[in-house]
């Protein structure tokens, strides 16, 4: 591949190739001297539209420890307030000939039209409520790690799935890879049709729960509910929020997961969420490092490998 763009294009033995390589850099990551050259003489430009602060932080530390020359854009203070366009902006930083563009943006799409444009290899930091495929990638390997594999197993992705693209790419990839998936959450945070893809639909969390290898929380975004039905938190927690009563219904070794940020007290009870017997939360931040240096390391070999291109 080109780009990493989202989890639906990855065939299931690139996305353990990805996996396999990520599990080195685990390795690699918690030595002293985390210096190698992967990414050697490359340029990699992160633009962040949205706020970030595992991806972008995973992402620019990844860059660094593989050598690459990384430059964080601050778009905050970017010709994008002045009314240039994303496309416009991505062309320009395109002229100064990057190798690597990480792009995260609100709008769902944007990221793939701008890979369009761009002659560098582009990664999805996450697009709107589309994909966010690393995340998905750091998911899948914290839980090959604590459950020795990544196929049949159950696992429960649970809150605000309309607007959530962490729950499409993870939904992607463990349904390429063979689990059982249940989501669980208010219908009125459920996308229209989602059970056509093969998954089990619950609104009751102790139901849903119910013998789960793995527990995925998401955060309630608030940010996209734009003028739609916002819950009130206190009711959410209630009905919704994972504490261990409501754990207990799973597998007594069963996982919990939240990508982050998390609202404690929301979706997640902070004890539980801190509890290292089963919160699993720390060790995707650190996935998330490993994740992003195979990626962007086998996105590298594929730029190698072609003839440097002129631009037009
Ligand atoms: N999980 C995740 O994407 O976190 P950030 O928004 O902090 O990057």
């Not at 290898?213 to 739609?228: A, F, H, I, T």
């Not at 206190?234 to 261990?244: F, W």
Request: aromatic residues 4%; contains cysteine.
């Amino acid at each position: 591949h080109r780009h990493l763009l989202g989890i639906e294009p990855l065939r299931p033995d690139e996305i353990t190739t990805i996996l396999d390589l990520s599990d080195q850099y685990v390795d690699f990551n918690r030595r002293r001297d985390k210096h190698a050259n992967a990414l050697a003489g490359l340029t990699q430009i992160n633009m962040f539209f949205e706020n970030s602060t595992r991806t972008q932080a995973s992402f620019e530390l990844a860059g660094k420890r593989l050598g690459a020359d990384v430059m964080n854009m601050a778009m905050q203070a970017s010709s994008i307030k002045k009314g240039e366009t994303l496309i416009d902006t991505a062309m320009t930083l395109n002229a100064m000939h990057p190798d690597l563009l990480v792009v995260r943006h609100p709008h769902s799409g944007a990221v793939d039209l701008l890979a369009q444009k761009v002659n560098c290899a582009v990664l999805n930091a996450g697009d709107g409520r589309h994909e966010h495929p690393t995340q998905a990638l750091l998911d899948a390997l914290t839980i090959r790690r604590a459950k020795g594999r990544l196929h049949r197993l159950s696992i429960a992705i649970c809150g605000d799935i309309a607007h959530s693209r962490v729950a499409r790419s993870n939904l992607l990839l463990l349904h390429k890879m063979e689990n059982r998936i249940r989501l669980i959450g208010p219908p009125t945070l459920m996308p229209s049709g989602i059970d056509a893809f093969g998954v089990e639909v619950f609104d009751d969390m102790r139901e849903g729960l119910k013998d789960v290898d793995v527990v995925m929380m998401l955060r309630l975004q608030k940010e996209r509910m734009d003028g739609g039905f916002i819950p009130s938190e206190r009711e959410y927690y209630h009905r919704y929020g994972l504490d261990a009563e409501k754990l207990s219904h799973a597998k007594p070794d069963a996982i919990v997961m939240h990508p982050g940020p998390m609202n404690r007290g929301v979706e997640i009870d902070g004890t539980l969420a801190d509890d290292i017997n089963r919160s699993v939360i720390q060790d995707q931040v650190e996935m998330g490092v490993a994740v992003r240096m195979a990626a962007m390391d086998l996105l590298a070999r594929n730029l190698r490998a072609r003839p440097t291109e002129v631009m037009t």
